[in-house]
């Protein structure tokens, strides 16, 4: 809090770099980001540079000298937000002490593990060929490197803000490139689903408040969203539920015993593989098709009186919710599991009102998808290379591009491909010029032509996330770093890259956006 306060009264930049933003906290986020931005590059080259290995080693040993009797100031952030999963949890009260947090209260265990082990590295703000630079230096290789290409890549973006998304999307057009997000080795498949069958949904407040059947399908949110159960889905007393649990029914269907079944009412053990066929004899159960018994056993491995005694509570049911995961979307069928997912869903509204959510990972995986689809139409896997946005994924999909050699260079923002990616992409990585973006030092980062440390966002940057359920929620940050935000340096490339092109083309420079074609 106090450092956005201390932030908005920096001067007002007239730069095109920010967008609208929807919420006082990110209104304020944008004015410091642009009155940051709009410095003269050196300065700021020298100012960003100088200060991360200096403060680097400053949030190591010295930190402000008050409050406490270790000689560290004491503050307290109340309702700050928690960006380590796509529950993205806004009622943590941070306890820091100078450069660390000591305390965080209501995270979960994932949560105190993200806030509690994060440490400012000592480390340069930024490396060229793994020699340190100045961020300047950085942002002018950067430029140079995506400008110049004839394919780059933009990929990531999912553990950073919808601020900075916007920009490399911006970036991302004004070099004619492809944009990925991680989506595409994730829920890529819902992706497209949505677009071919649409989504009946609600808010997580809803599902608190309303929420009678809770079904997890291919989730184990016990496990990887831990307070899904506890803040939204099934132990609240809500509106409507004024017992809480006791209100509500749980059905687990997944191919094994996970942790989550285990807190649920009914577990559903499915054939492995067989998740689009389950969803499929639940369709037509729902529209009252007759199946035959050996034949949906066979198929699903659940005898179809367990289908038939989910479709009747279903059909009982006054809300009910279908969350699902990687379970469904990774699996044989992938976009037709979700399809089906999707369509069940449509169709329960002839009995009763039924939503269906998928459960997100990243933290801001879903402001990636907003905020990609805002700027192009498309959620991820889209190409810009002809002026205008093309949506193909497997053809348009970062991990494609880069296993059939196609990239010719790239930029990853918060993301480790290295680390994930198959074998081909990542030999194909190594070869091409690449800039990286992210807090701590990983197997992209260590690769690449430019790596920038950045500050990490929700702890040092403010900014606004998407929930899992697309609402926004601003960004309440603990301290400020002695790094750059992913926005700053986003902003400095977007900037040089609208130069470079300007002046190849002829052209004066313009605000960022969809360029017409052949700009
Ligand atoms: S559930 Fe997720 S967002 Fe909430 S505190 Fe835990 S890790 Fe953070």
Redesign the pocket.
């Given at each position: 809090m106090e450092g956005l306060n201390r932030k908005a009264n920096l001067p007002v930049a007239a730069d095109g770099c920010a967008s609208s933003a929807g919420s006082a906290a990110a209104a304020s986020y944008h004015r410091t980001v642009d009155s940051r931005c709009s410095m003269a590059r050196g300065d700021y080259g020298q100012t960003a540079g100088n200060g991360a290995a200096g403060n680097g080693k400053a949030a190591g040993g010295n930190g402000a000298a008050s409050g406490s009797g270790n000689g560290h100031e004491l503050k307290v952030i109340k309702d700050a937000t928690?960006?380590?999963?796509g529950?993205?949890?806004d009622d943590?009260d941070l306890t820091v002490e100078g450069h660390r947090i000591v305390e965080a209260e209501r995270?979960?265990v994932?949560?105190k593990g993200?806030f509690l082990n994060h440490d400012i590295e000592d480390r340069p703000a930024c490396l060229i060929a793994g020699q340190p630079a100045s961020v300047a230096e950085g942002i002018e290789r950067a430029a140079q490197i995506l400008a110049n290409a004839k394919y780059p890549l933009v990929y990531g973006l999912s553990d950073t803000t919808a601020e900075s998304q916007r920009v490399a999307v911006g970036i991302a057009d004004w070099i004619g490139g492809n944009v990925d997000t991680t989506t595409s080795v994730c829920h890529g498949p819902s992706g497209m689903a949505f677009q071919g069958v649409g989504e009946v949904t609600c808010s997580l407040g809803e599902v608190r408040n309303r929420g009678d059947l809770i079904i997890f399908w291919g989730s184990n949110p016990a496990e990887s969203?831990?307070?899904?159960f506890t803040?939204y889905s099934l132990m609240p007393k809500g509106q409507f539920l004024p017992n809480g649990r006791k209100d509500r029914t749980a059905v687990v269907v997944d191919v094994r015993k996970t942790k989550s079944a285990k807190a649920a009412d009914i577990f559903i053990q499915i054939k492995p593989r067989a998740d689009f066929e389950g969803l499929w004899t639940l369709r037509a159960l729902a529209n009252d098709v007759e199946l035959d018994p050996a034949q949906v056993e066979a198929d699903t491995g659940v005898p179809l009186a367990t289908w038939q005694d989910l479709m009747d509570r279903m059909k009982r049911a006054k809300f009910g919710v279908l969350f699902f995961g990687m379970g469904v979307t990774m699996t044989r069928g992938k976009h037709a599991n979700s399809e089906a997912v999707l369509a069940l869903t449509r169709d329960m509204n002839r009995h009763t009102r039924f939503v269906c959510k998928p459960n997100r990972g990243h933290?801001n995986v879903t402001g990636a998808d907003n905020v990609v689809t805002w700027r192009t139409g498309y959620p991820f896997g889209v190409n810009l290379g002809r002026g205008y946005p093309r949506f193909n994924p497997g053809e348009y999909t970062a991990s494609d591009v880069l296993a059939r050699g196609e990239a010719d260079a790239a930029m990853i923002v918060a993301s480790d491909p290295m680390a994930n990616f198959s074998q081909p992409a990542r030999e194909h990585l190594k070869r091409i010029p690449y800039v990286a973006l992210d807090p701590k030092e990983t197997p992209t980062t260590r690769h690449a032509t430019v790596a920038f440390t950045v500050a990490t966002y929700g702890i040092n940057v403010p900014g606004t996330v998407y929930r899992m359920d697309d609402v926004p929620i601003p960004l309440r940050p603990a301290f400020e770093s002695p790094f750059p935000s992913d926005y700053e340096i986003l902003c400095g490339i977007e900037r040089r890259v609208k130069a470079l092109k300007a002046a190849a083309n002829g052209l004066p420079q313009r605000r960022a956006s969809l360029r017409p074609a052949g700009a």
């Amino acid at each position: 809090m106090e450092g956005l306060n201390r932030k908005a009264n920096l001067p007002v930049a007239a730069d095109g770099c920010a967008s609208s933003a929807g919420s006082a906290a990110a209104a304020s986020y944008h004015r410091t980001v642009d009155s940051r931005c709009s410095m003269a590059r050196g300065d700021y080259g020298q100012t960003a540079g100088n200060g991360a290995a200096g403060n680097g080693k400053a949030a190591g040993g010295n930190g402000a000298a008050s409050g406490s009797g270790n000689g560290h100031e004491l503050k307290v952030i109340k309702d700050a937000t928690c960006t380590f999963c796509g529950c993205v949890c806004d009622d943590i009260d941070l306890t820091v002490e100078g450069h660390r947090i000591v305390e965080a209260e209501r995270a979960c265990v994932l949560g105190k593990g993200w806030f509690l082990n994060h440490d400012i590295e000592d480390r340069p703000a930024c490396l060229i060929a793994g020699q340190p630079a100045s961020v300047a230096e950085g942002i002018e290789r950067a430029a140079q490197i995506l400008a110049n290409a004839k394919y780059p890549l933009v990929y990531g973006l999912s553990d950073t803000t919808a601020e900075s998304q916007r920009v490399a999307v911006g970036i991302a057009d004004w070099i004619g490139g492809n944009v990925d997000t991680t989506t595409s080795v994730c829920h890529g498949p819902s992706g497209m689903a949505f677009q071919g069958v649409g989504e009946v949904t609600c808010s997580l407040g809803e599902v608190r408040n309303r929420g009678d059947l809770i079904i997890f399908w291919g989730s184990n949110p016990a496990e990887s969203h831990p307070r899904h159960f506890t803040k939204y889905s099934l132990m609240p007393k809500g509106q409507f539920l004024p017992n809480g649990r006791k209100d509500r029914t749980a059905v687990v269907v997944d191919v094994r015993k996970t942790k989550s079944a285990k807190a649920a009412d009914i577990f559903i053990q499915i054939k492995p593989r067989a998740d689009f066929e389950g969803l499929w004899t639940l369709r037509a159960l729902a529209n009252d098709v007759e199946l035959d018994p050996a034949q949906v056993e066979a198929d699903t491995g659940v005898p179809l009186a367990t289908w038939q005694d989910l479709m009747d509570r279903m059909k009982r049911a006054k809300f009910g919710v279908l969350f699902f995961g990687m379970g469904v979307t990774m699996t044989r069928g992938k976009h037709a599991n979700s399809e089906a997912v999707l369509a069940l869903t449509r169709d329960m509204n002839r009995h009763t009102r039924f939503v269906c959510k998928p459960n997100r990972g990243h933290g801001n995986v879903t402001g990636a998808d907003n905020v990609v689809t805002w700027r192009t139409g498309y959620p991820f896997g889209v190409n810009l290379g002809r002026g205008y946005p093309r949506f193909n994924p497997g053809e348009y999909t970062a991990s494609d591009v880069l296993a059939r050699g196609e990239a010719d260079a790239a930029m990853i923002v918060a993301s480790d491909p290295m680390a994930n990616f198959s074998q081909p992409a990542r030999e194909h990585l190594k070869r091409i010029p690449y800039v990286a973006l992210d807090p701590k030092e990983t197997p992209t980062t260590r690769h690449a032509t430019v790596a920038f440390t950045v500050a990490t966002y929700g702890i040092n940057v403010p900014g606004t996330v998407y929930r899992m359920d697309d609402v926004p929620i601003p960004l309440r940050p603990a301290f400020e770093s002695p790094f750059p935000s992913d926005y700053e340096i986003l902003c400095g490339i977007e900037r040089r890259v609208k130069a470079l092109k300007a002046a190849a083309n002829g052209l004066p420079q313009r605000r960022a956006s969809l360029r017409p074609a052949g700009a």
